[in-house]
């Protein structure tokens, strides 16, 4: 199938599917016309990069763990070095959120000390009150 063909069955635009190739997660052939040329297990291949790419791995990452994906959910069998990879991953999106985290109560930290230094609105009534009476 041609590259306008994989993107309609994955709805992956046909640009992408460039990337991945030069990325070097797709290998189609080439015909005779120097179009390239995809087999019908590039839909998977398609479906398994971007599942993984759902779940925040790099495309230099998929490219290690494609070669350990089966099916498409994909289901990842024991490779080496598989596990250290996604828990090297595991500990990054860890560390990102906890430094999200931080800055996020720093942020509300700002946010409530700059409106604890907000004057508080007057009721209408109260000028009159504190004006002295005249006689």
């Known amino acids: 199938m041609l590259i306008g ?3 309609r069955r994955t709805g992956v635009h046909a640009h992408l599917l460039r990337y991945y190739e030069a990325q070097g997660l797709l290998r189609p052939g080439r015909g005779p ?3 390239r040329e995809y087999t019908d297990e590039a839909v998977l291949t398609v479906t398994q990069i ?3 790419l759902d779940a925040g ?3 230099q990452e998929i490219g290690a763990l494609l070669p350990c994906a089966t ?3 994909p289901d990842l069998l024991p490779c080496p070095e598989l596990l250290d990879l996604l828990r090297a991953r595991l500990r990054g ?3 990102r959120i906890d430094t999200l985290v931080r800055s996020r109560r720093a942020l509300h930290d700002y946010i409530d000390a700059t409106e604890r230094r907000v004057p508080r609105p007057v009721p209408e009534c109260a000028p009159a009150l504190a004006e002295p009476t005249r006689a």
Request: glycine share 12%; proline share 0%.
């Open 5 to 7: 063909e994989l993107s």
């Open 33 to 35: 016309s120097g179009y």
């Open 50 to 52: 971007r599942k993984l």
């Open 57 to 59: 791995l790099s495309t």
């Open 71 to 73: 099916g498409s959910a």
């Open 93 to 95: 999106l860890d560390e």
